[in-house]
């Protein structure tokens, strides 16, 4: 007779979270090097086929996970469907500048954008949710809006790729925390709204010249393909930790993605780091520190309170 496994304990169960959320944060953050092999093709068409294969794998996981019935509680839900069209066409936009950067050798401004990210998160809260800003978190977003401007002015003009990728990818947060989709159904429905677009962009394509899925050899349709496991794969990974582990840790684990491009950026591909550079991601780090710190600060004072209280 089998014996049956051993139950998970919470210690366990957090070690997984922890891994599967810091595989997927490194994924993202490794994805520059993937989209790297794609230079030759145009973003536009890039996005196209990504929102293709990202249907076609999404849908494949819903059948094989037995998640019909989520799929469809969503698509009745008038609400809910409207606010998964306004994050489709944000994450759609949101891939479109990421991808660009990578062809335009900008990966550095992206990892800025992904950076500035928590605190352009931190304003919107502030703004729709009614939270406060606390006096750390509001000197942090000081300190990066200090670094952006310094950037700014060395570059002579807004970095336009950090500030959309960061405003574009809170904003898109924001409307998912605020939807009552989960993240395989939602996904699938943002890629869904994406795909007449797509769909109609490649047909015109092959009136004007032809694809790169039919023009190019099978290394370049076969990293076409693969831009749905790419998109897929790390947000599974992220949404399997999330559900395991704290917040603050998540909270910490984002930045590994943005670490991740930055390096990649300067050290793989030999983009620039001035010292003006240098001194904006000094002062963005340094208000990230005093932003973590914070949020972990918090979280554990919540802990203490609520352990109080299930002792009296």
Do not use: C
Request: net charge positive.
């Amino acid at each position: 007779m089998l014996e049956k496994p051993a139950p998970s304990t919470p210690s366990s169960e957090a070690s997984l979270g922890a891994a599967a959320a810091g595989l997927g944060y490194l994924l993202w953050g490794l994805s520059v090097i993937f989209y790297k092999q794609l230079m030759d093709v145009p973003p536009f068409e890039v996005l196209a086929h990504r929102s293709v294969w990202s249907v076609v794998l999404t849908l494949l996981l819903i059948f094989v996970l037995g998640r019909r019935a989520a799929l469809m509680a969503v698509l009745r839900d008038r609400r809910t469907m409207w606010t998964l069209l306004g994050t489709g066409l944000l994450i759609g936009s949101n891939w479109f500048v990421f991808i660009y950067s990578i062809n335009e050798a900008r990966i550095v401004e992206t990892s800025l954008g992904y950076y500035i990210n928590p605190l352009v998160s931190v304003l919107l809260g502030v703004a729709f949710l009614g939270e406060r800003l606390s006096r750390a978190q509001g000197v942090a977003v000081g300190l990066a809006a200090i670094g952006v401007a310094i950037f700014a002015f060395d570059l002579g003009q807004l970095p336009w790729i950090s500030l959309y990728l960061a405003a574009s990818f809170a904003a898109y947060g924001y409307l998912r925390k605020v939807s009552r989709a989960t993240p395989l159904e939602g996904l699938f429905v943002e890629v869904l709204v994406l795909l007449p677009l797509a769909l109609a962009y490649l047909w015109w394509l092959s009136g004007h010249g032809g694809t790169s899925f039919g023009n190019a050899g099978w290394f370049t349709w076969t990293f076409l393909v693969l831009t749905g496991p790419v998109t897929a794969v790390p947000l599974f990974l992220f949404a399997f930790g999330a559900q395991r582990i704290r917040l603050a840790t998540l909270g910490l684990m984002q930045y590994l993605a943005p670490t991740t491009q930055f390096l990649v950026a300067v050290f793989l591909y030999g983009e620039p780091l001035g010292s003006v550079q240098m001194m904006t991601f000094g002062l963005i780090w340094f208000g990230l520190g005093i932003f973590s710190f914070e949020t972990w600060r918090y979280e554990r004072a919540l802990r203490q309170a609520a352990a109080l209280a299930n002792r009296g």
